[in-house]
């Protein structure tokens, strides 16, 4: 894995919209912003992610979702610490990337660790970064829920 590639797509500032489900929630919009910055010479990106419902179709509403954490590059492996508001901490590792040199990149993380949040067996995160965009979907099993689904999906432009 190249993470010089995989930083110079993700640094910057995000903007999108995107959509909360499950089946065991109503399905809701929301409007998102990604912070990704660089931590000068580590293999480290830290961002903060954070979404609001959205209200009347386009104003931020109530907090949906809150999370900080860090992009590392250890030991050639690719984690995502991913630490939420909720108490909820999650380690997660690239399971698969793609990059043939065409954008977009493909990146797909698998949980290794959940901590704080029992109801959660598994999740995983895929990421499309490209063309000053992204795109990801969240999918995730709930012990009430034993089938991985998708839970979150948006798409970001770069501002």
Do not use: C
Request: aromatic letters at 12%; charged letters at 25%.
């Amino acid at each position: 894995m190249d993470f010089s590639s995989v930083k110079k797509l993700l640094i910057g500032n995000w903007h999108g919209v995107g959509v909360a489900r499950y089946p065991t929630i109503k399905e809701a919009g929301y409007i998102e912003e990604f912070n990704v910055t660089d931590l000068e010479d580590l293999s480290v990106l830290r961002y903060e992610q954070k979404s609001w419902y959205t209200k009347n179709g386009s104003t931020k509403g109530d907090v949906v979702f809150w999370e900080t954490g860090f992009w590392i590059l250890k030991d050639n492996e690719l984690k995502i610490l991913s630490s939420q508001y909720s108490g909820r901490f999650e380690e997660l590792i690239l399971s698969s990337a793609e990059n043939k040199g065409a954008e977009p990149m493909v990146l797909f993380f698998k949980s290794k660790n959940i901590i704080g949040d029992q109801r959660v067996v598994q999740s995983t995160r895929k990421y499309l970064l490209g063309d000053n965009r992204i795109s990801y979907q969240l999918d995730m099993e709930m012990e009430n829920h034993r089938i991985l689904e998708n839970h979150l999906s948006a798409n970001l432009r770069k501002q």
